[in-house]
């Protein structure tokens, strides 16, 4: 079949540092605002059942740059601690900040740690304005942990920083030794796949749009970091799973079409979720509320944003359950039962 032979086409890129799916996790407070620790642990276990390998703590669902530095650092010690004691998932440490001084503090702080790797998104206010500018950054992260890999978080429609990422991985990857992929959230797919072949295939590129994953995966990527990998690791896997490195090359229409399934249920969710906040969950995080309805409880978010009212919560919880019931079978997540 066609997809097939495109892929036996395909040159083999070197191995990946990171495939499959990565969470990136929520961070847990208590009532009174301050960071609950417990909830990691109870994220890590959860997460341990599900197809997700990997986490990413910090990032823009765990509401980074809502927290100090201090706060930060005791989010990456704890999972650390929990990776080292299970060694049933490895760790991605976001140390993106305002501050280049605190970003590069919290880079070294997490190689102290052995963090698999980091993650960094760029300043957002006073933003980097040439490719030049950006690059210095990164080398400068970098060289505050030399040991430790390094990837680059674009999310241009957070950060405002919207350099094509070929352009910037094959000005940056000669001069920062550590840079190893990108975390790429973005609709660009054809930067998404220019990125995916710079200097014959060798960076690690994770895709971060979860609706959009199945098109990604198609392209050549092979890891992902997604939201909604909180709570439906269990079925994205099965996005990636046609397409993972060392199958038979051979992509089933049955897996095929169950990726296409399962793919529409998540843009479906999303769809879902993202009305709920336009209307009753205004001002509210959806991602927060829904892991804390179908999967474990991170408590309620920081503010800017708003905890949700009773109401709300009982639309979302509605909502979830007339959803679950559209899916059947391999589509649809097992906490789907206790709604």
Known sequence: MLIAALLSASPAAPAKLVTGLVAPTLTPFHANGTVALAGVDRQANFLQATNVSWV????????????????????????????????????????????????????????????????????????????????????????SAPKTPLFYYHIPTKT????????????????????TGIKFTDVNLQDLNEALHVDGGRFNILYGRDQQLLSAAILGVDGAVGSTY????????????????????????????????????????????????????????????????????TGPPRLPYLEATPAARAALASALKGWCAELNGAARPSWCAKL
């Not at 503090?105 to 490719?131: C, D, N, Q, R, V």
């Not at 799973?241 to 399934?261: H, K, M, Y």
């Open 160 to 179: 405002g920083v919207d350099f094509l990422m070929a352009d910037f991985l094959a000005a940056a990857g000669p001069k920062i030794p550590t840079l």
């Open 56 to 143: 990413f703590c910090s990032g823009t669902t765990g509401e980074s740059v809502d927290l100090t530095v201090a706060e930060r650092k005791l989010i990456a010690e704890r999972w650390m601690a929990l990776s080292k004691k299970s060694g049933a998932f490895r760790v991605i440490v976001h140390v993106g900040a305002e501050s280049i001084v605190d970003t590069k503090e919290m880079a070294a702080h997490a190689e102290s740690l052995g963090a698999h790797a980091i993650a960094a998104m760029p300043p957002t206010f006073i933003k980097p304005t040439s490719l030049d500018a950006l690059v210095a950054t990164y080398a400068a992260i970098g060289s």
């Open 230 to 297: 909180n709570f439906l690791g269990e079925t994205m896997g099965l996005v990636l799973a046609p397409f993972a490195a060392g199958g038979s090359g051979d992509v089933s229409a049955a897996a095929l079409e169950l990726a296409r399934t399962v793919q529409l249920s998540n843009a479906r969710l999303i769809s879902i979720v993202v009305d709920w906040t336009n209307g009753v969950g205004a001002g509210a995080n959806w991602i927060k509320e829904t892991e804390n309805l179908v999967a474990v409880a």
